[in-house]
């Protein structure tokens, strides 16, 4: 299923009041490194509008990600769960390439190097992201980076 459908179905679960509360949290921090959606440009938008909106403003992956945490946080953890598995398809492999979904951020500081999985970058508009500056790899360690435009 589309992402868009998936995240638009998710929202159609949600009474009004509940989905009052899911635009209020997209103005807020949800994921580190991905800015809140501004409040005037959420505002009188309907399940369908906010869906398009965080599309366009997070991509598709994050907009997932993002829904998962805000359902988590406003305690439909089986509807964030639901939709995890449905946006990964059921697969235990494609849902470790999700990103994570907490607030919090852990760093290795392992002589390798070795990124943390799941490390997300996320933007808005024409942002311009600085990509890290990644030394002192050994023969053997590979880096792979994916950069999605939408």
């Given at each position: 299923?589309?992402?868009?459908?998936?995240?638009?179905?998710?929202?159609?679960?949600?009474?009004?009041?509940?989905?009052?509360?899911?635009?209020?949290?997209?103005?807020?921090?949800?994921?580190?490194?991905?800015?809140?959606?501004?409040?005037?440009?959420?505002?009188?938008?309907?399940?369908?509008?906010?869906?398009?909106?965080?599309?366009e403003g997070y991509g598709e992956e994050l907009a997932v990600?993002?829904?998962?945490?805000?359902?988590?946080?406003?305690?439909?953890?089986?509807?964030?769960?639901?939709?995890?598995?449905?946006y990964a398809g059921g697969s235990t492999a494609a849902q470790n390439q999700l990103p994570p979904t907490s607030s919090?951020?852990?760093?290795?500081?392992?002589?390798?190097?070795?990124?943390?999985?799941?490390?997300?970058?996320?933007?808005?508009?024409?942002?311009?992201?600085?990509?890290?500056?990644?030394?002192?790899?050994?023969?053997?360690?590979?880096?792979?980076?994916?950069?999605?435009?939408?």
């Amino acid at each position: 299923m589309q992402v868009p459908l998936l995240i638009l179905d998710t929202l159609d679960e949600l009474g009004a009041d509940e989905f009052k509360r899911f635009r209020w949290n997209l103005t807020q921090p949800v994921l580190d490194g991905c800015q809140p959606i501004r409040k005037g440009y959420l505002e009188n938008a309907d399940r369908q509008d906010t869906t398009s909106k965080m599309i366009e403003g997070y991509g598709e992956e994050l907009a997932v990600s993002v829904t998962v945490e805000i359902l988590k946080r406003m305690n439909h953890s089986n509807a964030a769960e639901k939709l995890r598995t449905s946006y990964a398809g059921g697969s235990t492999a494609a849902q470790n390439q999700l990103p994570p979904t907490s607030s919090s951020s852990s760093s290795s500081s392992s002589p390798d190097l070795t990124p943390a999985a799941g490390a997300t970058v996320c933007t808005q508009g024409r942002s311009v992201i600085v990509a890290p500056n990644i030394q002192g790899t050994s023969s053997g360690v590979s880096i792979n980076m994916n950069i999605n435009t939408q």
